[in-house]
Structures are given as C-alpha cells and as structure tokens.
C-alpha cells in the first residue's frame, strides 16, 4: 500500500534565522528546526529544509508541499540589487500629471530601477467614463525611445481607476505584445492593490522591479527541493496570511513583502486555537505584534513605506519593536537598542561567550532557561543595567500591546518566536498570556498551514453595491484558483465597504478576499469549514 502524501514542509526566512516545520495532515508539528539565516539567504533555506527532513528518515516520502515566506523581495527594494529595469507608463493625462509617476522615491531606487516613465492620455472618472482617450502612439513612441527591449526589462501600466475599470490597461497589454512580442514582460496595477492612484502605481513599478529577484528565488527553491529529492509541490507565502504558486509568485513578488508577520500571526493562531487575539513574535532583531481576527492578521487601512516608497497594497497591521534576543544593551547607561547582533547572536552574545550585552542575557539574568546555560559572573552594576534594559524592554511591550488592544483588555496575548523569554507571564492591559507548545517557530508554521488566497475592489453607485459585491467576490475567487485554491472549496472570507468622498453620486469601494485550500492537499489543517 502506498503511504500516504500528507507532510508539508513550511519556512519562513526571518533577519536572524531561518525556521522550518513539517507538519501532517492533522496539524502535528513532527519536526522543527531555526537555523542562522545566511547572508545569501538561500544558504539558510536550504540548511533548515535538510535539517527537518534528515528528522522524517523515510517518511521523507510522504512530503507533497513545501511553502517559503521570505524576505528577498524586502531586501532587493532596501539594498537596491537585483531590480530590473522599468518602464513605467501612466494612464491619465491631462487629468494626473502634477504628481509624475515615481514622485518622492529616493533617488538612488530610480537609479536602479527605473528605464524611464511616461503620462499618456486615458484612465476614468470615478464613474466610468473615460478622462482622454487612450494614446496608443503615445506609448509606443515612448518605448522606442527607450530602446525597445534592449532599454528596459518590463512595463509597469497604472490607470486612474484602473480597479473598477480595467479595459484601458488590458488593451495596453495587447498592444505591447502585439507589439513587441508575447513574451514582454507587462505588469498592470488592477491586479495589485485597490483604487488610490500614486501608492498603487507604486507598487506596481516596484512589482514589476522584482521580477527578476522573484524568478531567481522561485528556481532556488525548486532546486532545493530537487536536491532533496522531494516530489513536492512549491508555494510562496503572501503578506496577507494565505498562499500562492511559485508561478503566481513570478507574477507578483511584491505581494510577499510582510509575509513573515502574517504567518507568525497565522501560526501563532493555529498553535494556540486563538480566533481573537493580540500576537507578539519576538525575534532576534525585532519583535512584531499584530492583531487576530477571526483567525487572520488585521489588515492595515493606512499607506506602508517599503524602502522610501509609499504604497498601498493591504499588509498586515503590525507594530514592530526594536526589541529582540539580540538587541544589544549599552551597560554603562542601561539603553536597549537600536543595534542588534542579529543571527551572529550564538558568538557574540555573553551567555555564549561573546563580549556583547544583549537582552538575552538580561532576561536570562532574571532566570529564563535558555539552551540550559549560565550566564558568567558580572560585577554589579553590569547586572544592574541589564535588569533595567529589561525593564524598559517591558514597558515598551506594555504600552504597544496596549496601543494595538483599542481598549480591550480581555484580548489574550499569545506569545511567539525564539525570544519569547522577554515577555513576561503578566503584562498589563493584556489578557491571558499564552506560549503555546512550538511558538518558536510559529512563522513556519504559518507558512505550512497557510490557504491560498486572493482579493479584489470594486467601485460602484450604492444603489449597484450588489452587483459590485458579486462581481469583485468572482474576481477575487478567480485570483485565488490561479494562486492555487481548490475550486470547489475557496470562499469569500473577508468583506469591507468603504464609502468614497467628494463624488457627485454616492460611491462605495468593496474589497473582498477569498481563500481555500491548496489544490494539491484538499484535507489540511487550517481549512474552512
């Protein structure tokens, strides 16, 4: 009889390491490992997969999936490598040419990222009706001036309202493959964020920057699966808490960014059974708190920079903390941070032999167990400033869980990461403390538990907000299967409607996500009922 195909591997790559679980299919954590993530990043990958498959022995066999949330996308937009070139070309002129696309990014991102911009005729009034017509000319004109392919890598097209109607920038995409070929690489903002203009044209350049980046990563871990000889099937974690295909990932890169919260919040759901909960994951580096509702991150409502551009693609609503196991104290003034030792922590830190205080030895100062070591004999007034670096530590844990708790203070906290140590067994304005079995490596967890999703908005009169409802629920259904959810099981899960100022006629935005599970793996754990 053939054994069944019910493990999934899940990673997640964090600044200090790099974790990773195998689960079965009813949720049991069989093997876990954190391994020091690598300057490459890969390295780090590879090294924790191999560790917790060395763990299964022949039950290796029963691997079907493997899921990565990683930080490479993050990491390209911040140290400026690896970008491709863009083209990006604005659809709205003469309505939007005060503001040109790019404006406000800093200039050395342009400098690597961008082949050259244009404002065309075309885009639509919030109800439909077109502000130009499109210039088709336009834009050719402008990519032949850049060159033609050999000028630029990829195009990213932004329309005005280009969410609700999305004709102008799909006619634009026929035109440029018609044009230049099938296989230009074309990008279009209706598929990655909702409907304010200069945020989601930002996020559709930096999309189509990390092109590149995103098809090296996706072929490393193939080609880490393969060395392991796994027959797996391969996702991506997205920022939202749910999943996609390495060949969605392709497509979209820029939707990975802030995966690593979502799925400690995920995981962290999982491990404690918490539908409503504040979550704090305490890292090496930093510490990530974030709301649960109904099982997924609360999403923020506000514009998030990712490395000097301002963008709007929902992420989750996360305060991070300059507080982790390797945030180094200043002994003489007791100070926390903001420097870390980061994943060089097992060399540098005291309690391993290393000249740096870190909050890790204050905390084991106080009597945390960690790896079973001691922490070596200090004068004085060392340990004096170790224990108020600590306390400050907490005080900043206490007024964030306050800030993100909007006054509930029945709300538990579940705590998660390698450095939950710091947190201490009661903090005021929190709830019930929770440190469920395996929250060290929740992020993995999440990862590994994680359904597929996706999202759509929908602009449209009040009295049409059903018409819209029903069609941004199909789209964001659609999104989902192509990001690789069972047909037959993917669901709308969350609805938000948000009404739209300084319109002639009453307006209303609707937002839907939907969410399955995987295609491959119909009973696992997370799944909705």
């Given amino acids: 009889m053939t054994a069944a195909r019910d493990l999934s591997v899940g990673v997640d790559v964090g600044g200090t390491n790099t974790d990773a679980v195998v689960l079965d299919g009813a949720g049991t954590v069989l093997a876990s490992t954190k391994q020091p ?32 949330g990683t930080t490479h996308a993050t990491n390209a937009i911040v140290s400026r490598r690896g970008l491709e070139r863009v083209a990006a070309i604005r659809l709205g002129a003469p309505a939007a040419t005060e503001y040109p696309p790019v404006t406000g990014w800093p200039e050395d991102l342009i400098a690597a990222g961008i082949a050259g911009t244009a404002m065309v005729s075309g885009g639509h009034l919030v109800d439909g009706a077109p502000i130009a017509p499109l210039d088709r000319d336009g834009i050719l004109r402008f990519l032949d001036g850049l060159g033609g392919l050999d ?61 590149g980046i995103a098809r090296g990563v996706t072929q490393a871990l193939r080609t880490v699966v393969d060395e392991q000889g ?3 099937v391969t996702y991506f974690a997205q920022n939202d808490g749910t999943l996609m295909s390495l060949d969605y990932a392709v497509q979209y890169p820029v939707l990975t960014i802030g995966s690593g919260p979502a799925n400690s919040i995920r995981g962290a759901a999982f491990l404690s059974g918490a539908d409503e909960a504040i ?8 510490s990530d708190l974030g709301v649960l509702m109904n099982g997924f991150p609360r999403e923020s409502t506000l514009p998030r920079e990712i490395g000097g551009v301002r963008t709007n693609f929902r992420m989750p609503d996360i305060l991070s903390l300059g507080i982790g196991g390797g945030t180094v104290v200043d002994l003489a003034t007791g100070a926390v941070g903001p420097g870390s030792v980061g994943y060089t922590i097992e060399r540098e830190a005291l309690l391993f032999g290393g000249a740096t205080p870190t909050l890790t030895d204050a905390a084991a100062l106080e009597g945390a167990s960690i790896d079973g070591r001691a922490l070596p004999g200090l004068p004085g007034a060392e340990k004096t400033a170790l224990r108020r670096a600590l306390a400050h530590a907490r005080e900043r844990l206490e007024v964030a869980v306050e800030r993100l708790s909007l006054g509930r ?10 450095g939950g140590f710091l947190v201490p067994d009661e903090l005021p304005g929190a709830g019930a403390i929770v440190r469920p079995d395996h929250g060290d490596v929740a992020n993995a967890v999440g990862a590994a538990i994680s359904l597929a999703g996706g999202r759509a908005d929908q602009l449209s009169d009040v009295d049409d907000r059903d018409a819209a409802l029903d069609a941004a629920s199909k789209a964001a259904i659609e999104r989902a299967i192509q990001a690789g959810a069972d047909p037959l099981r993917v ?3 969350d609805v938000v409607e948000t009404p739209i100022s300084y319109t002639t006629r009453p307006t209303v ?21």
Avoid: C, W
């Fill in 37 to 68: 993530t690598t300057p490459d990043v890969t390295g780090g990958i590879r090294h924790a997969i191999a560790h917790v498959l060395d763990g299964l022995g022949d039950d290796r066999a029963r691997v079907s999936r493997v899921m990565l």
């Fill in 151 to 211: 000028g630029f890598d990829a195009v990213a097209v932004t329309g005005i309202f280009a969410p609700s109607y999305p004709e102008q920038e799909q006619e634009v995409a026929a035109l440029l493959r018609d044009r230049l070929g099938p296989d230009v690489r074309v990008f279009l903002s209706q598929d990655i964020g909702p409907s304010g203009l200069l945020e989601r044209e930002n996020a559709t350049v930096l999309n189509a920057a990390l092109h």
């Fill in 230 to 232: 796994l027959d797996a």
């Fill in 279 to 286: 979550v704090v994951d305490v890292g090496g580096t930093t």
């Fill in 409 to 418: 203070a029945d709300l538990p906290l579940v705590v998660v990461g390698g």
């Fill in 491 to 493: 669901v709308v899960v």
């Fill in 509 to 529: 935005r609707v937002s839907v996500k939907a969410a399955g599970p995987l295609a491959e793996l119909r009973a696992t754990a997370g799944s909705p009922t």
